[in-house]
């Protein structure tokens, strides 16, 4: 056998065939999942749970509370602090907690709320950094033109129903033990940030010490 020949058979040489072909296995088809409608499901029955702490905050007549001249006071973010700083609905991508970690919490419904007004020029411009993420500018500076005296005693009467709300699963799974940082608050340092603020609303001026500041 020449050189050539012996070239032509190597390359020319072809594995056989398999006696039977690899089995193929067929996925199996499954029921698509409708996320949606489990999601509103799943959202309808805590709706109907939050239902309930609302009847018996402002009694059964829907109507009724609907139509009132009031009723924005009623529906407002139940659980900001007062002061310059607030929210109206904000984003859920939880980028202020991140931004002013002593400032800024989440509610039940994932959205952020100023749990605590900034007290140095740190967590002010933390703040501000909380309040450049949020995509749908919802932060806003002017509560000092919105909150009065007597407005700030009524929200201090419902601090016992803050913290139930608080304690609730919806906001513990929110905020994790962070949670804990306005409950803490609420019961330490917040009356007497609260009393000098009433101050500054009823006279034009933070008090530097030594003023008696007004009850609550």
């Given at each position: ?61 829907f109507n009724a509370f609907l139509y009132q001249p009031d009723v924005a006071n009623l529906i407002r973010q139940q659980v900001l602090s007062p ?28 959205m952020e709320f100023v749990f605590r007004q900034p007290q140095n020029f740190i967590e002010f411009l933390c703040t501000l950094d909380a309040t ?7 932060y806003s500076c002017d509560g000092n033109e919105h909150w009065t005296y007597l407005a700030c005693q009524e929200w201090w009467r419902g601090q ?57």
């Amino acid at each position: 056998m020449n050189f050539r020949d012996f070239l032509k058979r190597i390359f020319s040489h072809q594995a056989p065939p398999p006696a039977t072909l690899p089995e193929i296995p067929v996925r199996r088809l499954m029921p698509a999942v409708n996320h949606g409608e489990l999601y509103i499901t799943s959202h309808l029955v805590d709706i109907e749970i939050e239902a309930v702490d609302f009847i018996q905050r402002f009694g059964p007549d829907f109507n009724a509370f609907l139509y009132q001249p009031d009723v924005a006071n009623l529906i407002r973010q139940q659980v900001l602090s007062p002061g310059p700083f607030y929210t109206g609905n904000s984003d859920t991508c939880d980028t202020g907690p991140y931004e002013a970690p002593n400032n800024v919490l989440r509610d039940s419904h994932a959205m952020e709320f100023v749990f605590r007004q900034p007290q140095n020029f740190i967590e002010f411009l933390c703040t501000l950094d909380a309040t450049a993420v949020e995509v749908l500018d919802s932060y806003s500076c002017d509560g000092n033109e919105h909150w009065t005296y007597l407005a700030c005693q009524e929200w201090w009467r419902g601090q016992a129903e803050i913290i139930r709300r608080l304690s609730t699963p919806a906001f513990q799974e929110t905020n994790g033990p962070r949670t804990q940082l306005y409950i803490d608050y609420l019961n330490g340092a917040a009356e007497t940030d609260l009393r000098k603020y009433c101050y500054f609303l009823e006279n034009g001026h933070y008090p530097i010490g030594g003023e008696t500041l007004p009850p609550l």
